[in-house]
């Protein structure tokens, strides 16, 4: 079945330092989705992206698309304490909506 | 609107017993998602629904896990019985087809089975 892995699975950094996390699937997206969750929340969805290279811009968040369609990034500019929690990466393999969540990697921001 | 409302947030339950979760999607979503959360599985897809009709449920655990969506606001999930390592989070999620909107999750039920 479909795999989506993420790495790394943590990442402390220090205020200010940019941050990068990695989504690889097994199999070609339909398209990737990006969320956000805080600790002791749920999942806030961040952005979506379809096209195959694209690439969209939140403020100091840049997210990517590759090539392929089997993998996905997202970087923080500058990280901030605010940015803190658990970054997942999601996506359907197909025309579907059935919404695979990756591993996820929690960003640790000490001030 | 409120978003997804699911309830109750917490329940601590008993192994054996029955334990119903619910969830109300947002009004006009015509895709309702199950998932649970730990720390070992991550966000694992239950089943979703798609006009109140189950797509997928090969997610399900066990025969002890049924799903059901009587409407479109509506939907249960249902652990009979229930065993302590059903302890998790479970989250609702809603979304509207079409739209590059994503899904809403609901704030979750915390699950304990002791």
């Known amino acids: 079945g479909q795999q989506v892995m993420q790495i790394p699975q943590y990442q402390h950094v220090q205020e200010g330092e940019d941050f990068t996390t990695y989504c690889n699937s097994s199999t070609t997206l339909s398209n990737i989705q990006w969320y956000k969750q805080r600790p002791g929340g749920h999942p806030v969805f961040l952005i979506q992206l379809v096209k195959s290279g694209e690439v969209k811009k939140q403020k100091r968040l840049t997210f990517q698309f590759g090539e392929a369609k089997k993998n996905s990034s997202l970087h923080i500019t500058a990280t901030q304490t605010t940015d803190v929690g658990t970054y997942f990466c999601a996506g359907p393999t197909d025309s579907s909506y059935k919404l695979i969540f990756g591993s996820g990697t929690r960003l640790l921001v000490r001030p | ?114």
């Open chain 2, 1 to 114: 609107d409120a978003g997804v409302i699911q309830s109750p947030r917490h329940e601590v339950t008993e192994m054996g017993q029955e334990v119903t979760l619910r969830c109300k999607p947002i009004s006009g979503h015509d895709y309702l998602f199950w998932y649970r959360q730990t720390m070992m599985r991550g966000l694992e897809l239950l089943i979703y629904f798609n006009n109140n009709v189950p797509i997928d449920d090969s997610g399900m655990p066990e025969d002890r896990f049924s799903a059901k969506m009587p409407n479109a606001s509506f939907s249960t999930l249902k652990i009979q019985p229930s065993e302590p390592r059903d302890s998790a989070v479970y989250f609702c999620a809603s979304s509207l087809s079409g739209r590059f909107v994503g899904a809403f999750f609901g704030q979750g039920t915390r699950l304990t089975v002791v």
